[in-house]
C-alpha cells in the first residue's frame, strides 16, 4: 500500500488523535525494539483500535528509516503486541 493511502487511512479515521505522544512512543519501542508498555498505554492502544494500530505500523515500515528492518517480523510483532494488549485489558485485576 502507497504512503499516501496509509496518510489517508490514518487521517480519516483520526488515527494519530486517539492516542497521546508518550503512550505512541512507548507503543512504538515495544513493537521496534524491545521494551515493556504500561496499562494506562496499552488502553489507550486498545482505544485507538487495531486498524489504526496496523496502519500506523505499516506507514512507519515505509520510512526509509526503517528500510533495513524485515516487514515480516516487524508485522509478526506489531500483532503479538496487539494481542499482548488485549490480554491485559481482558484480564481481571489481582484482588488486594
Do not use: Y
Amino acid at each position: 500500500m502507497a504512503t499516501k493511502e496509509n496518510d489517508q487511512i490514518i487521517k480519516e479515521n483520526n488515527c494519530e488523535t486517539k492516542m497521546g505522544l508518550p503512550c505512541v512512543l512507548e507503543a512504538f519501542t515495544s513493537i521496534f525494539n524491545t521494551r515493556i508498555i504500561s496499562n494506562k498505554c496499552c488502553g489507550e492502544l486498545v482505544v485507538l483500535g487495531k486498524f489504526c494500530h496496523s496502519t500506523l505500523v505499516k506507514r512507519t515500515l515505509e520510512n526509509p528509516l526503517f528500510k533495513d528492518l524485515n516487514p515480516a517480523t516487524i508485522i509478526a510483532k506489531s500483532i503479538q503486541t496487539w494481542n499482548n494488549f488485549l490480554a491485559l485489558i481482558d484480564s481481571p485485576s489481582p484482588s488486594t
